[in-house]
């Protein structure tokens, strides 16, 4: 009898919540990687697949393996393809050791690797595009660990001076009035491996468009696992969903061992049809293949209807 060919692998999972693309990869333990295109973004870099290395920011949440084992295949592989170097958002607490890490490969390849490390304190922004910030935040893992969100800024004029002749704002501007404020608009939000805790409801998080959130445990006797390793279980995520304000929350990080449709199940009872519908799973590659189909139907409907 010939022997097997090796398992395909598998897919990078994907969803289109307009106008975000998230992509990526997640399972608990082995790898996590979640790209935004649009936002010329990652979130961690368990391993790295080729789509991610377009993008020219990695946002790093925590030192464990299965979140930062591609990082310095992702910044070398940026530089041999010509890509420009990578920039590396983290943590301040981990940057020593991610810069011990990259100098590591420097003896290892005999050249140097052009990167950029950006070393962030709790409530320290960076800005990734035009008025587009990332803002880091603690949660709760048993080890150094941000989340972030992804906030765009927008200056807009204040209300008392709504109406007034250009003339006039012109005036008081050149006399030094503050005539803008500025509007914080909550984009994304990235939890990376975290218990839950405050972060979840602070108000860049609860107010974002889009959420990715791992939920590692789904069994109803997993609750004490889900404690002791600082993760979230899906009674966590029902509960949570009441007082968030998102399109969509997407949900990775669950372990080889839950299936989708297990996953699903376990959620639906928990938090019920309705608090469920804005759930998405990034590795349920089958409804969210179904879902890009409609997706896709609808946009040729729409065209038909307008040509
Ligand atoms: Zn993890
Ligand atoms: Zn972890």
Redesign the pocket.
């Known amino acids: 009898m010939l022997p097997k060919p090796p398992p395909r692998e598998g897919a990078l999972g994907f969803l289109y919540l307009p106008p975000y693309r998230v992509q990526g990869y997640s399972v608990?333990?082995e790898a996590?990687v979640v790209q935004a295109p649009e936002l010329d973004l990652c979130f961690d870099m368990g391993f790295c697949p080729r789509a991610a290395l377009a993008s020219k920011v990695v946002a790093v949440s925590h030192g464990?393996m299965?979140?930062v084992g591609g990082l310095a295949y992702y910044c070398s592989q940026r530089v041999f393809q010509g890509m420009g170097p990578g920039t590396l958002v983290c943590d301040e607490r981990l940057a020593p050791a991610i810069k011990r890490m990259m100098d590591g490969y420097i003896d290892l390849e005999q050249q140097v690797t052009p990167y950029t490390l950006v070393p962030l304190a709790p409530e320290q922004e960076h800005e990734i595009k035009n008025n587009i910030v990332l803002r880091a935040f603690p949660v709760e893992h048993g080890c150094p660990a941000f989340g972030y969100a992804v906030i765009e800024k927008r200056s807009k004029l204040r209300e008392e001076y709504a109406g007034m002749p250009q003339e006039s704002l012109r005036e008081l501007k050149k006399k030094g009035v503050e005539i803008t404020r500025i509007l914080e608009i909550p984009l994304m939000a990235y939890l990376g491996?975290t218990a839950p805790g405050p972060p979840l409801v602070r108000e860049d998080v609860r107010r974002a468009k889009v959420i990715i959130s791992?939920c590692t445990f789904f069994d109803a006797d997993h609750r004490d696992r889900a404690r002791v390793g600082n993760h979230l279980h899906v009674d966590d995520v029902a509960e949570w969903l009441g007082v968030l304000e998102c399109e969509a929350l997407v949900l990775i990080?669950a372990s080889r061992r839950t299936s989708m449709a297990q996953a699903r199940r376990r959620l639906l009872d928990a938090a019920g049809p309705e608090r469920a519908e804005r759930v998405h799973f990034l590795m349920d590659h089958r409804a969210n293949r179904a879902r890009y189909d409609r997706q896709r139907a609808d946009a040729d409907a729409a065209q038909a209807h307008t040509a």
């Open positions: 608990a333990g996590t464990h299965d979140h491996d791992e990080h």
